[in-house]
Structures are given as C-alpha cells and as structure tokens.
C-alpha cells in the first residue's frame, strides 16, 4: 500500500524556519515528480513547490520564491521542504503529492497533512 506521510510542521515565530519532510513508501519514487500543496483554513488547497524526479526541474509558487527550497532524496524516498523567513500567512497544512510523471497535473497519491502555524 502506498503511503506518503509528512512530519516536521509546529508551531514557529515569524521570521522562523522549518523544514518538511515526506516520507514514500511502496512506491518507485524516483519515477515520481513531486509536489508541495498547502491549504489554509478557509481556503482552497493551493500549489506550493515541486521538484522533477530528477531534480532537474523546480518550480515555486510566487508567494514562496526565494523563502522555500524544495529537495529529494531518491535513495530515502523523502522529498523536502525548507522553508525560511516564515509568515503568518504560511500557515496551513501543508501536503505532499506524487505526480503522474507522464500526466503533469494529475496527482497519484497524496499524504495526510501536517499542520504548520506561524505566529506573528
């Protein structure tokens, strides 16, 4: 059975940083591009990061560009998020996402969540 499963989000002051980790199981994850999604309360999910299977490509959302850094290791099967200079506004839940490598938007499986809040 295919898992994904994030750890590391808490609670941080602003300005404060984090790093995210998603673990893959079950799952050839090198073949796999991956993403970061994040939904705040109220509000729909959105796009945060994601990271080719190679790691050649990367993309950011604009909100994030230059705070987040996202990375994987194919030999763990984990994909990472660093985030600095956190805001208030990056609080959410934060998700990550295999993506079909032949079909770009469209997203095998998802994990459950973890919760990020930035305090002001």
């Known amino acids: 059975q295919v898992q994904l499963v994030e750890s590391g989000g808490g609670l941080v002051q602003a300005g404060g940083s984090l790093r995210l980790s998603c673990a893959a199981s079950a799952l050839p994850f090198s073949l796999y591009p991956m993403d970061w999604f994040r939904q705040a309360p109220g509000k729909e999910r959105e796009f945060v990061a994601r990271i080719s299977s190679t790691a050649i490509n990367i993309r950011y959302a604009d909100s994030v560009k230059g705070r987040f850094t996202i990375s994987r290791d194919n030999a763990e099967n984990k994909v990472y998020l660093q985030m600095n200079s956190l805001k208030p506004e990056d609080t959410a839940v934060y998700y990550c996402?295999?993506?079909?490598?032949?079909?770009?938007?469209?997203?095998?499986?998802w994990g459950q969540g973890t919760q990020l809040t930035v305090s002001s």
């Open positions: 996402a295999a993506e079909y490598h032949d079909s770009p938007g469209a997203y095998a499986y």
